[in-house]
């Protein structure tokens, strides 16, 4: 069963303090996301009960008849984009996360040498 947008936002927050990248600034993003996953759900649920259709016949104004990708395939590939912005801007992926904790581990290696030479 999908879950709900609600449920995803819960699940996105408990997963970034577990992380402890998680602050409340953070909300509108993780809303957007949470959002943008839901959707990337029930575009899934469409796309399968399409039967994995990826191209449909099409009629442009010259009466030429092509193949053109289904709208619904069109938008989940926008989707998997955003939510991948997304995910880079929560650090929700390993590359950014590395980003953000090897910060972290310089800022704390800079602050206890700082310390260590004011001990002196």
């Known amino acids: 069963m999908p879950k709900t947008k609600q449920a ?7 997963e970034m303090t577990a992380l402890g990248i998680y602050k409340p600034e953070y909300k509108k993003l993780i809303n957007i996301f949470a959002g943008m996953l839901f959707q990337y759900q029930e575009f899934e649920r469409q796309f399968e ?26 938008a ?9 912005t997304y995910s880079d801007r929560l650090c929700l992926n390993p590359k950014s996360l590395e980003t953000v904790t090897t910060e972290v581990k310089n800022k704390s290696t800079l602050i206890n040498v700082i310390s260590e030479l004011g001990n002196r």
């Open 8 to 14: 995803l936002e819960k699940e996105i927050q408990k």
């Open 49 to 74: 009960e399409s039967g994995f259709q990826l191209t449909e016949e099409y009629t442009n104004k010259a009466g030429a008849t092509n193949d053109r990708k289904v709208p619904l395939y069109t």
């Open 76 to 84: 989940m590939e926008s989707l998997r984009k955003d939510i991948a």
